[in-house]
Every structure is written in C-alpha cells, then in structure tokens.
C-alpha cells in the first residue's frame, strides 16, 4: 500500500477496531444480565482503496474532500434478531458519549427503491493518534438478519452486474426484498415465543457448562 494512503486510512482502521470491541461489549454487557441482546453481532470495515475512489467519482467527491465528505470509510454494521431491537440500539447510541452523531438515516420506514432497508447513523468519533486528537465520520449500519441477508446478496450481485441488473434479476431481488421483510413480520410476531426459547436453552447451556 502506498505510503500516502497507510497515513490516511491509519485513523480509519483504528476507530474500527476500537468501536467492534466497544460495540461487541454492549452485547457482552447484556449476556452477562442474562437479558435478551438486541445486537446479535457486530462486523467492522475499512473501505478498501479501490471502492473509495469508485465511490468518490460516482459522487464527484475530490480526493482531498474524502474526510469531509466520504461517511463511510470507516463502518461497523450491527445485526438484530427483531426490527424493533433497532430502535433499542439507536437510543443506547444516542446515550453514549464516546463519540457524536452527525447524521441519522432511516431506510427501515423509507426504503431504498433497491429494497435496501438499514438504518444509518453517522458519528465523529475521536481517534487519539500520537501526533493528537482526529476525528473521523464512521459509519453504523445497524439492520436485522434478513435485512443483512438481502443486503450481502445485493450487493455482491450489484458487483457482479455493476449495478445494471438483468430485468428478471431485477424482479427476483424485489420479491426477496418482500420476502425478508414478511420474515422480519413473522419473527416480531412470535418474538415473545423466540425469546422464551432462547432464554431457556441458554440456561440449559449454563448448567451443562458448569457439570
Ligand atoms: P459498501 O461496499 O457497502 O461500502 P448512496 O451510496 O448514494 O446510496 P450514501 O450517501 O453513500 O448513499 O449513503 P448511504 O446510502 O446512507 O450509505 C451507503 C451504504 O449503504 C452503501 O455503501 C451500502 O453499504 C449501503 N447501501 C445503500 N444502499 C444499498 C443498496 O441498495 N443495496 C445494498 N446492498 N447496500 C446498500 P457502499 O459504498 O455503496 O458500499
């Protein structure tokens, strides 16, 4: 990698880091209380190189722009079980105060015409770096598992057609769209049953583990 941009993505890659075990650790904190998680996991990425100067000309983002302008070189993404364990996350991130939110995008209630839904926050987060403070925008994705599911075949698909999908592909992605956002209804609608299930096996597992 070139010198220029190891500089540049330094800060990136450490606020990623630092936030997968911050964001991780509010799962913990939540086993540990025996209560339902809202996080299932937690994924963390640096925007490869290439992506970042595809995007910045997509966009028309000068290079020397990219920290102003780029929300996502740096990204985590939290994966729920529930669409409403979504709103639980968004408030416990608005409680922090490690970092600030910029900017809040919800395409949960305003999906994308895609079928993406997600919803987005942007944060400044300080990295301390040794010649002092920089803060950076990261982006948080936070959506369920069907939404994760959809996304992460969309896109690869997205990348194998660039973007210009074939019209049967086209009317398959939307049907899958609906079809996740349908499980995502069933799943909030057994949820108590779910939940109940997932609480007792877990302590059946607790037991096992301490024989
Ligand atoms: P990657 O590879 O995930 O990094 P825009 O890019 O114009 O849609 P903008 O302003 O960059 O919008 O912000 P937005 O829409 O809040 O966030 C962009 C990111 O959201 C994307 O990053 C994807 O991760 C995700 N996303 C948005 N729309 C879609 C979609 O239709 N399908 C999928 N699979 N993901 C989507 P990148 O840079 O596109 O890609």
Same mark, same amino acid.
């Given at each position: 990698?070139?010198?220029?941009?190891?500089?540049?993505?330094?800060?990136?890659?450490?606020?990623?880091?630092?936030?997968?075990?911050?964001?991780?650790?509010?799962?913990?904190?939540?086993?540990?209380?025996?209560?339902?998680?809202?996080?299932?996991?937690?994924?963390?990425?640096?925007?490869?190189?290439?992506?970042?100067?595809?995007?910045?000309?997509?966009?028309?983002?000068?290079?020397?722009?990219?920290?102003?302008?780029?929300?996502?070189?740096?990204?985590?993404?939290?994966?729920?079980?529930?669409?409403?364990?979504?709103?639980?996350?968004?408030?416990?991130?608005?409680?922090?105060?490690? /970092?600030? $939110?910029? %900017?809040?995008?919800?395409?949960?209630?305003? #999906?994308? *015409?895609?079928?993406?839904?997600?919803?987005?926050?942007?944060?400044?987060?300080?990295?301390?770096?040794?010649?002092?403070?920089?803060?950076?925008?990261?982006?948080?994705?936070?959506?369920?598992?069907?939404?994760?599911?959809?996304?992460?075949?969309?896109?690869?698909?997205?990348?194998?057609?660039?973007?210009?999908?074939?019209?049967?592909?086209?009317?398959?992605?939307?049907?899958?769209?609906?079809?996740?956002?349908?499980?995502?209804?069933?799943?909030?609608?057994?949820? /108590?049953? $779910?939940? %109940?299930?997932?609480?007792?096996?877990?302590? #059946?597992? *607790?037991?096992?583990?301490?024989?």
């Amino acid at each position: 990698m070139e010198k220029h941009w190891e500089f540049f993505l330094a800060p990136y890659k450490q606020a990623v880091e630092e936030l997968k075990v911050k964001l991780k650790g509010m799962r913990a904190q939540f086993e540990m209380q025996g209560v339902h998680s809202p996080i299932e996991f937690v994924t963390g990425r640096v925007k490869p190189i290439a992506s970042i100067l595809d995007k910045a000309q997509k966009k028309n983002i000068p290079l020397d722009q990219l920290e102003q302008q780029m929300q996502d070189i740096a990204g985590l993404r939290m994966m729920c079980q529930f669409v409403d364990d979504i709103k639980t996350v968004v408030h416990l991130l608005r409680q922090r105060n490690d /970092f600030t $939110i910029v %900017e809040e995008r919800d395409y949960i209630t305003q #999906k994308k *015409e895609s079928g993406y839904r997600s919803y987005h926050v942007v944060i400044r987060y300080p990295v301390q770096m040794i010649y002092g403070e920089k803060n950076i925008l990261v982006e948080i994705q936070i959506r369920t598992l069907a939404m994760n599911f959809w996304a992460t075949i969309e896109h690869s698909l997205n990348y194998k057609y660039s973007g210009k999908f074939p019209e049967d592909i086209k009317q398959r992605l939307q049907r899958a769209a609906e079809a996740a956002y349908l499980l995502d209804e069933e799943m909030s609608k057994i949820r /108590f049953e $779910i939940q %109940e299930a997932q609480a007792a096996f877990s302590r #059946k597992q *607790e037991v096992k583990d301490n024989e």
